[in-house]
């Protein structure tokens, strides 16, 4: 094993993933009290916070591990940890299914990883990251781009990226809130660590294409995950899809400093791998608390269809807001945090296209327009998820007879409402200590960089773009809202009144009248039904031409990647298997007699040479 | 005197091959087992080590005392047919056996150099003794023979240990008799569960606990 010791790293790199891995599991362990409680027995919610705590301890070893043995130890404990906590609701058949494609997408990763570190140990001669480093600067590169791959194809199954996503749909809805919320808010950003500190930190960027792979899987991983997002009734599969959506999003910005990097652009490539980092953090915030609010509707009603639900701003009027206010941020509204973020990594991508050779430039646009589409149609998602899960009439009974969540799960979610608004506000600030956590990943001296406190251009073109300040932006709201209000006053109030909706005669307005989720969403599923091939399935019963007894009507699309990829291999695996059963016969002679033959060629083998 | 006793174990191995009974196969167990102990003996005796004379008296009370004794007790107790079940008849066996013989004899010649007759001659005993073994358990259908196959296969190892290398340390030894002890008296004690579960020890039978 060569000098093997459990030495750590807190470089700023680490640090800053170890800040963003405990302000999220602090408020969901919080949160848990209150969630756990009546929902499992004593000895489960016990199982439960042991599981939570090495949960959190082995994602803290994976981005603390100076070694990457133990690396790979940190993330195998994390990802087996998870599983458990998966498959935690175990009376739901669901549950174990969900698990069983997440544990084996996860293996698959870990292979890949376990057979790129075996390569770098090969070179390197030993596992730890210093060696590692000094023996890529020497690596040959065409082994580079092979160990590059495969470190792409181990994290990107983990981080999500379509089409290695399918699991993250399924496990994460699938997990308790408050770990739902962790694996999604943290977890998944533990991918991008490994991709950091492997390809960037460790690997050292050699070619173009590496940025420009990144670039485009994120680019089909924003939208891939949105569009999906925008179909799901189920709130917490939704908010799995968005997260899919959010990882694309963050690599856009990795992806991109990688881009810059091998292009010798140090500002671009420091600034575009700052805007990544924030949108982490961001995403790692409002994820968290959209989740967690999430949770707490399904704890109060018992169902997670939106269909189901509506009216809940009235009975839970504290989660109601926690909830806008995460939707706000992920849909990137000034001047909340994700707003901020994804403002940057435009910023990135527009400076990008400016300075890159001629044939980037286009490339590079697109990275941008595709980023634009994505957050609109965030937008959309999250305005459909409010709407139809907090206002209007409740559509079932359990959403009318709806309670508030208790303190415990509130004091979760009003701590990560905070944060997303320091981090909206703080942004100067945040970006100030992002430049030095980007700078020891980069390895670019960053002292003398400074992108600009309330000025978010870079550096160069400072006081020649657009002036943007969140500070700002907030007091223009706040000024725009308090006119608004004034005017209200002095002209509308007396002139309103309060009645029922304008029903054209009907009379009979109720909870079934109104807009559903799939309703909302189906614009888009005709505008993207190129990709999602929708189908629809009626079926009438009638007892004459002209009496319908019944008439049954569904809507479905069709899961692209799992019809096409995923169904046909793992066809092909249970195929080979089928033939591989004809040797096991099962006689104790046969296999003494297979080992018997194995030797004897092996005998005749050697003989040979 | 050592090609006398080459000779020996060479020729209860055939012997082995050829049995058609129990008590004719673990006899011939008994006097591969003493052919062992001579050698080791004699060279205990070239020697003069303390070690080796004590490894010698334990393999004759072993593998040449307690284990057949054992084996015989067990065929005894379960009152099963003293037939070994041949998968190959004797003739084929017996082929069988020629061409393992030159296989490990061609083999041992590959792996030490060509002035060294005497050791080659020993590694080839060994080897065949080694393969016999396997043989032995993959064509004889009671449980019985597997176990007296693996024991073959053992003494092939220990062979080769004792002569070539000039035998493994002391108590690497001591424990390998222990191991080879208690596995048989763990295996004894299964096939007289097998038989009383299943009414005989035909391994092939066996396959029905196949899921």
Same mark, same amino acid.
């Given at each position: 094993m060569g000098n093997f010791s459990l030495n750590l790293l807190f470089d700023p790199l680490s640090l800053f993933f170890l800040f963003v891995i405990f302000i999220v599991s602090l408020p969901s362990a919080i949160y848990s009290f209150g969630y756990l409680k009546g929902e499992y027995s004593v000895g489960k919610i016990k199982l439960s916070w042991f599981l939570l705590a090495i949960f959190v301890l082995s994602m803290s070893l994976v981005v603390t591990a100076g070694n990457a043995l133990i690396f790979l130890l940190a993330w195998e404990i994390m990802s087996l940890v998870s599983y458990f906590l998966v498959v935690f609701?175990?009376?739901?058949e669901k549950s174990v299914q969900a698990g069983t494609i997440y544990i084996v997408m996860t293996h698959i990763g870990t292979a890949f990883l376990i057979a790129a570190f075996l390569i770098l140990y090969k070179h390197?001669?030993?596992?730890?990251f210093t060696a590692i480093k000094n023996a890529c600067q020497v690596m040959p590169s065409s082994i580079k781009h092979l160990v590059f791959l495969f470190l792409l194809i181990g994290f990107g199954t983990k981080a999500g990226?379509?089409?290695?996503?399918?699991?993250l749909p399924y496990a994460h809805p699938q997990a308790p809130s408050h770990i739902s919320s962790i694996m999604s808010g943290v977890m998944i950003k533990t991918a991008v660590y490994g991709i950091i500190r492997?390809?960037?930190?460790?690997?050292?960027?050699?070619? &173009?294409w590496w940025g420009g792979l990144v670039l485009v899987l994120a680019v089909i991983t924003c939208l891939v995950g949105i569009v999906y997002a925008l179909m799901e009734s189920d709130i917490k599969k939704m908010l799995a899809y968005s997260s899919v959506e959010n990882m694309g999003v963050i690599l856009l910005g990795i992806g991109a400093a990688m881009f810059f990097l091998s292009l010798n652009l140090q500002y671009l490539a420091v600034f575009s791998l700052v805007a990544g980092l924030y949108h982490l953090v961001n995403h790692a915030i409002f994820k968290g608390l959209l989740f967690l609010s999430g949770g707490s509707v399904y704890k109060a009603?018992?169902?997670?269809?939106m269909e189901k639900l509506g009216g809940l701003i009235k009975v839970m009027p504290q989660t109601a807001f926690c909830f806008l206010l995460g939707a706000i941020a992920i849909s990137a509204l000034?001047? &909340?945090?994700g707003f901020v973020s994804e403002w940057l990594t435009l910023q990135a991508l527009f400076w990008g296209a400016f300075y890159v050779p001629v044939s980037a430039k286009l490339f590079l646009t697109v990275c941008a327009g595709m980023l634009a589409l994505t957050s609109a149609l965030a937008a959309a998602c999250f305005v459909k998820a409010f709407g139809i899960t907090f206002l209007a009439l409740p559509r079932s009974q359990s959403a009318k007879n709806a309670k508030e969540a208790p303190v415990s799960m509130r004091i979760g979610m009003f701590f990560l409402s905070l944060m997303i608004i320091c981090f909206g506000l703080g942004a100067s600030f945040v970006i100030k200590l992002l430049t030095r956590v980007a700078g020891t990943a980069t390895g670019i001296n960053v002292s003398n960089m400074k992108f600009s406190l309330n000025n978010f251009t870079i550096m160069p073109q400072a006081g020649q773009g657009v002036y943007l300040s969140v500070p700002l932006l907030a007091c223009a709201l706040v000024v725009f809202l308090f006119i608004g209000w004034i005017f209200y006053i002095k002209f509308l109030r007396n002139k309103s009144r309060t009645y029922t909706t304008w029903d054209c005669g009907y009379y009979k307005l109720d909870a079934r009248n109104e807009y559903t989720a799939t309703a909302f969403s189906k614009p888009f599923r005709i505008a993207f039904s190129f990709f999602l091939l929708p189908y629809r399935k009626t079926e009438k019963i009638r007892e004459s031409f002209y009496h319908v007894k019944s008439f049954v009507y569904e809507t479905h699309t069709t899961m692209v990647f799992k019809k096409y990829i995923y169904k046909p291999l793992l066809g092909s695996v249970f195929k080979t298997a089928k033939i591989m059963r004809n040797i096991q016969a099962g006689s104790i002679h046969l296999y003494l007699g297979y080992i018997f033959v194995t030797v004897f060629l092996l005998i005749l083998f050697m003989n040979k040479f | 005197m050592q090609a006398i006793i080459l000779f020996g174990v060479l020729v209860s191995t055939y012997l082995m091959i050829i049995a058609k009974r129990l008590p004719a196969l673990i006899s011939s167990f008994r006097i591969q087992s003493f052919f062992l102990f001579l050698a080791t003996l004699s060279i205990a005796v070239n020697e003069r080590q303390l070690d080796l004379y004590i490894i010698s008296g334990l393999l004759f009370l072993i593998k040449v005392c307690i284990i057949p004794h054992f084996l015989y007790r067990i065929i005894k107790k379960i009152k099963v047919s003293e037939d070994v079940g041949m998968l190959l008849n004797v003739q084929i066996s017996l082929l069988f056996a020629f061409f393992l013989t030159y296989l490990s004899w061609a083999l041992s010649g590959k792996i030490i150099s060509i002035g060294n007759q005497a050791q080659v001659v020993v590694l080839a005993v060994s080897f065949f003794a080694i393969l016999t073994g396997v043989f032995l358990m993959i064509f004889r259908i009671t449980a019985l023979s597997q176990i007296i196959g693996l024991l073959v296969m053992e003494n092939g190892l220990f062979l080769l240990a004792a002569t070539v290398s000039g035998g493994m340390p002391f108590f690497v030894e001591i424990a390998i008799f222990f191991d080879v002890f208690v596995s048989v008296v763990i295996m004894g004690f299964f096939i007289y569960r097998i038989n009383k579960l299943f009414t005989h020890i035909d391994v092939n039978k066996l396959s029905r606990l196949k899921g």
């Open positions: 609701d175990t009376k739901h390197a001669h030993s596992f730890d990226i379509v089409p290695m996503h399918i699991w492997f390809v960037i930190f460790l690997l050292g960027v050699n070619s &173009l009603t018992g169902t997670r269809d000034p001047p &909340l945090n | -």
